[in-house]
């Protein structure tokens, strides 16, 4: 599809693997970050603009020789992706983005259409956070609860684990935000991700269920396909498309879900673009959650989300970037090396994919 230009907004290693797809299809890819120079996604780019997504110009520039625009992460100014003319696909689309950007109305989705929560509060306010603590105590067995902030929180960022004895003064102060939410702690014996593929027709597809190991609220590792009962994976399918169909989302949708001790699903959050707990799919199914969101945007047929092993994929930090050298030593691994410059602390530098 030499015709097709896919504009991305963001320039992170989610934009550079989706680039890289796009490319096995023919596709070129525009860029748009205001740090495009140099990161993942802009120096493997055909073509990019390093602006401020509140720049209308340069996004009207933008969306005058893209196709299709894209959000390689949620906290893409809704705007930029709103002033797109109605001839160009946009993905995930604004209503979307908007759930997702914030915890509250992300929960309130999921409550609406039926899929479990765990008790939760809106905090904007000591005294909110004082009479949730309160209510945390009375109405419930567990007084542990996390403390989020209701946007722009990644990677464990913007979150404090609480108990109802801790001081909400001491506790808003440390958040430093005007919006939170306080959610009960869920006492989980998994952490499994579900994700789809939605095209501009309303078609679907489903990969396998992901397993999900977390440290210090950052994904380190996940295997795939996650051994569940079936009823289990049919909840998570139908609460993943019923959401997928509801934010009307073309491109990928990722839901993170908690299995408690009884086998309950209860909802995390969603993510409306490639999820990291999906990148085994890269080498682990015939076509990955990249090519099936440069499929989904381009008008291509879906195509195969099968696998037929076990597949791992460890998530290699600044601290540990030593491991992505070794990996290459190892004949059944797959390294991707971000190429990002500087290996800080918890930066997701590259990452390592395996088979049993
Ligand atoms: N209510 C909860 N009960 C128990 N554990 C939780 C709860 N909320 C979050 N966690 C833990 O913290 C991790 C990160 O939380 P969450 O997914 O909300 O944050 P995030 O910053 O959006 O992370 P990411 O962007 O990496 O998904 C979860 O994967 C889970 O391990
Ligand atoms: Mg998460």
Known sequence: MADFTLGILGSGQLGRMTIQAAADYGISCHVFAPDANNAPAGEICNT???????DQ?????FYAIVDAVTCEFENVPISALGIAPDHILKSPGVKALATAQNRLIEKE???LLGIPTAPYWKISSVSDLSDA???LTLNTSNENAILKTAKFGYDGKGQIRTKSDDSPEQLWQELNTDLAILESFVNFKKEISFLIARNMNGQTEIFPPTLNHHENGILVHSSAPAILP???IDAGCHYVEIMAHHLDVVGLLAMELFLTEDNTLIFNEIAPRPHNSYHWTIEGCKTSQFHHLVRSVSGLPFGEVKT???WHMKNILGQSVSELQSGYSNTNSYVHDYGKAGPKIDRKMGHITYFE
Request: proline share 0%; no cysteine.
């Open 109 to 111: 989705t999921a409550k």
């Open 57 to 61: 110009n340069a996004l009207n520039n």
């Open 308 to 310: 037929s092993r076990k």
């Open 48 to 54: 990019l603009t390093e602006a401020e997504y509140s």
């Open 230 to 232: 079936q009823s289990v």
């Open 133 to 135: 603590f309160n209510t």
